[in-house]
Structure formats: structure tokens, C-alpha cells
């Protein structure tokens, strides 16, 4: 009998646009198929689309490969991203009849944001393609030239309608696998992000994911986060073969005996070590901007953020930093690296060892790429920070020939209003508050130079830095 527990594992998650046939290459690759296989998902079947991830397997010699298949779909685009976490390495299917189109894009900028480094390119259908072969995979390698993937990248031609091609590119799979850097962490805490959980009839409550961490054991007491449940571990399956243990790297199914199973949902964790993990909804963090999102990120700007398996709805502060303040930055402009604050709209799991997340924008219409980036963890809050912002003030010069300097009223409305802002820095071409000018608020400002024409009525901008405690979104007008 196989061992299967024997083998390495490796994960590669199946991306590419709606309808380009990722499920049937996923279903002529496969020698295995999980509980939460290909589109088990009852509306997939009806609606004849992957809404779900599904999990195959096949054998390469010493290897166990998992094909990690998520939807197409533009509206399911937050599901693709839970897979992220769990993967190795990358399969991108591509319509040959049609060429690389806007879900393609965005699983690679997805993809890319998240530090998968290593693809794999099938281009699938070509028993439909009447064109030239070899001059549309040059066209394919033209495409990826601009991504940090480049063009010398493995590309497969391959029909699952006729099971075409599918030897080479399982050789191709083969030696990709064999050249990846993987590093599993097999101490510690053991650390499980659940996709798929249910009942079965006379055996109890079932969970399956992939571990990340740590050692699971038969007879293990474990708890799933944060719903505050726990069982003992009864049974372990990898690939509906019973095992007494897995490891980091093993996609699992654990029957747990004494779990609540109807709290459970995607995006808990089933671990040894609750301390692992903080339940927060605002953090402060470093976003990584990819250079093909376009739409600016202002101050409060709603995002949704993928972590692990689960997508939550938030908003970004983004910030700059000068002498120790961190001063609001209305707009992120051309910045393609930016601190923010995230204000999530409810609390979420963070698994400490695993401090990326993706940002996107899935407001915007799905004929636009809408994922804004990756973003790092810098630290976790309890309380809302204080942030900084420039006031701008506007007064006029009422008098520019005074003997006694160029006198300005509109910046103070009395004396010791006047004398609270001497020696404030105004905007060019005016440098400073010099002295407050009778009892009516007026003010002396100075001028950068001697020789520069000022006139009456002109503008004298004070730019103030003031101090307020971030509030949430629903308060946010109180800030502008």
C-alpha cells in the first residue's frame, strides 16, 4: 500500500480567468481527490463554475502534489487570494484562444504581491486553436516579459478536453518542484487555517486544511480560534488514507472528537497554542503597492484585506513621518511604498508567523485590476494612535508698507490669539510670524526677500501642525 505520509508534499494553487479550463486541467493532472475535491460545492455543479477552493492530488515520484483550485470568477476573487497562504508554487491557465485576460492579471499581481516566485504557464484549449503555435507562446512570453516573472518562464501546451500534452507538462511540474526552496517549520506550535469543516453521521466533527507549523498527533488535545472550541484529535487522513501523524506541509483531514462544529467557519485556525495569535482590528502596517494599480488610496479609503483564509473590510490611514510624528497623508499619490493604519470593520485572527496580507479594491469594477498590493505587519494596537495633520490657515496682507513690516490680519482674531502663533512658519513667499500688531488680531510676518513685491490683499497661508486621535470610519468626517 502507498505510504502517502511518506511523501513531500508540495502545493500549487491553480489560477487563470473564468472559463479557461483550470478545473478540468486540475481533473486530468489528479490521481486524488479530497472531500472538498473538484467543484464539490453543490452550486458549482449547477452553475458550472468553480465558486470554491477544491483540492486534488497526484503522485510525482517522491513528491505529493496538491493542485490548490480557486475560482475564476472576478466575483470570487477573495476566495482565489485564501489559497495564497498555503501554496508553493504557481499554475496559471490560460485560454489559447483567447490570450491572457483581466482575471489572469489580477491572479498574477495577486500572486506576485503575496511572494509566490515560482509559475508554471499551461495554455489549454488547443485542440479549438486554428492560429500558429509557436508564434502565439511567443506572444505568451511577450506578456510575462513585464511582470517580475519575465519570459523565460515554463509554458505547456496542453488540451484537457483530449488529454493532450499532459505527460510533458507533468515532467515540467517535476522539474520546477524539484528546483523550489521550500522550508517547512516542523516544531513548535501547530498551526492548521481551516478551508472546509462538516459532520459525518457517527463520527463526529471534521476539519481539513494544510498544516503551516508543528506536529499533529493522534490523541492531541487541540483548539480552534477564535471561536473558543476544543476536542481531541480521533482520526488524521491525508488524502483519505489514515495516518498517526502529519506534519507542516500536510493537507489533513482530522476528525476531533468533543468539537462544536457549528461555530466553526473559514478562517479559524485549529492550533496547540492560542498565544500564537492576536484577535485585533487595527493594526499599523508597510503596503507594497503594485505598479499596475492605478486608483490613489486616500485617507479612509475602504479596502478589503485577505489574511490567511478569510477576507475582512477595512479602512487605510496612510501616513508619512517627520521628527517622530506621524503626519496624515491625505493622498498616497505615486508612492509605491506607504505606512498606513488599518481599521478593520471586525475583529480578526493573526497568526504572528505570518504577518503579509493582500490589500485590494473589490469595489471597483471587475474590468479593472483591483488588487492594490501586499502589506506587511509593523505592529499591533489596542488603542487608537495619535496622528498628526497640517491645518492651513488663510489670512491677508492688509498692509504692505508699514514701517514697521508687512502687517497681516486673518490669522488671529485678538491680541493673545496674535501672540499664540509668533514665530509660526508661513508658506513661501512669506517666512514667519514676527509679532502680534495692536489689539485686533493683526499680525507682523516677515517676507523671504527684501526685494519681493508684496501687495495688499494678497494671501498669507499658516500651515499648522495639530494633533487628533484616529477615530473610525463612521467618525472620519470629524477629522476633515
Not at 486540475?26 to 477544491?54: C, M, N, W, Y
Not at 477564535?226 to 482520526?235: A, C, H, Q
Not at 488610496?297 to 510624528?325: N, R
Not at 514697521?404 to 490669539?417: N, V
Amino acid at each position: 500500500m502507498l505510504k502517502i505520509e511518506k511523501k513531500i508534499p508540495v502545493h500549487i494553487g491553480l489560477f487563470g480567468h473564468i472559463d479557461s479550463g483550470k478545473t478540468a486541467v486540475a481533473a486530468v493532472l489528479s490521481e486524488f481527490i479530497s472531500t472538498a475535491g473538484i467543484d464539490a460545492h453543490p452550486q458549482s455543479k449547477e452553475r458550472g463554475i468553480t465558486i470554491d477552493l477544491g483540492f486534488t492530488s497526484f503522485i510525482l515520484e517522491e513528491y505529493l502534489i496538491t493542485l490548490v483550485d480557486g475560482p475564476g470568477h472576478a466575483d470570487l476573487i477573495k476566495i482565489s487570494a485564501s489559497s495564497v497562504e498555503i501554496i508553493d508554487c504557481a499554475l496559471i491557465v490560460i485560454d489559447i484562444t483567447k490570450g491572457p485576460q483581466i482575471q489572469t492579471g489580477e491572479h498574477l499581481i495577486m500572486i506576485e504581491s503575496l511572494d509566490i516566485k515560482d509559475i508554471i504557464i499551461a495554455l489549454n484549449k488547443i485542440d479549438l486553436f486554428k492560429g500558429d503555435l509557436d508564434a502565439e507562446v511567443k506572444k505568451i512570453r511577450e506578456f510575462f516579459k513585464s511582470t517580475s516573472y519575465g519570459s523565460d518562464i515554463p509554458i505547456f501546451s496542453v488540451s484537457a478536453k483530449n488529454q493532450l500534452g499532459f505527460e510533458d507538462l507533468k515532467q515540467g511540474i517535476l522539474e520546477k518542484v524539484k528546483t523550489l526552496d521550500i522550508k517547512r517549520n516542523y516544531e513548535g506550535s501547530v498551526i492548521i487555517p481551516i478551508d472546509h469543516h462538516f459532520l459525518i453521521k457517527g463520527r463526529g466533527a471534521v476539519i481539513t486544511g494544510t498544516i503551516l507549523k508543528g506536529r499533529l498527533k493522534l490523541n492531541q488535545d487541540i483548539d480552534v480560534i477564535p471561536v473558543n472550541t476544543s476536542g481531541r484529535v480521533k482520526t488524521i487522513q491525508i488524502f483519505r488514507q489514515n495516518v498517526d501523524e502529519a506534519k507542516a506541509g500536510d493537507r489533513v483531514g482530522v476528525n476531533i472528537k468533543g468539537l462544536d462544529i457549528k461555530k466553526v467557519y473559514r478562517g479559524c485556525y485549529a492550533t496547540n497554542n492560542k498565544d500564537a495569535f492576536d484577535f485585533c482590528d487595527l493594526i499599523e502596517i508597510q503596503v507594497n503597492k503594485s505598479k499596475l494599480f492605478k486608483p490613489e488610496t486616500h485617507f479612509g479609503t475602504q479596502v478589503h484585506v485577505t489574511l490567511g483564509m478569510s477576507t475582512s473590510t477595512g479602512f487605510l490611514f496612510p501616513y508619512y513621518e517627520i521628527d517622530g510624528k506621524k503626519i496624515q497623508l491625505e493622498s498616497s499619490g505615486d508612492l509605491n511604498t506607504f505606512m498606513a493604519f488599518l481599521w478593520l470593520n471586525e475583529k480578526v485572527l493573526i497568526n504572528k508567523d505570518r504577518i503579509t496580507m493582500l490589500i485590494s479594491r473589490l469595489d471597483l469594477p471587475p474590468t479593472t485590476l483591483r488588487i492594490l498590493g501586499a502589506a506587511k505587519l509593523t505592529k499591533i494596537h489596542k488603542k487608537p494612535p495619535i496622528l498628526y495633520k497640517f491645518k492651513r490657515k488663510k489670512g491677508r496682507v492688509q498692509n504692505s508698507e508699514h514701517s514697521q513690516g508687512i502687517i497681516c490680519s486673518g490669522l488671529a482674531q485678538s491680541l493673545e490669539g496674535a501672540k499664540k502663533i509668533i514665530g509660526r512658519k508661513l508658506e513661501p513667499p512669506f517666512t514667519k510670524i514676527i509679532g502680534p500688531f495692536g489689539t485686533k488680531g493683526l499680525v507682523i510676518v516677515g517676507v523671504e526677500r527684501k526685494d519681493k513685491t508684496v501687495k495688499k490683499g494678497q494671501s498669507v497661508m499658516l500651515k499648522e501642525l495639530r494633533s487628533f486621535t484616529l477615530k473610525s470610519k463612521k467618525d472620519l468626517n470629524l477629522l476633515n
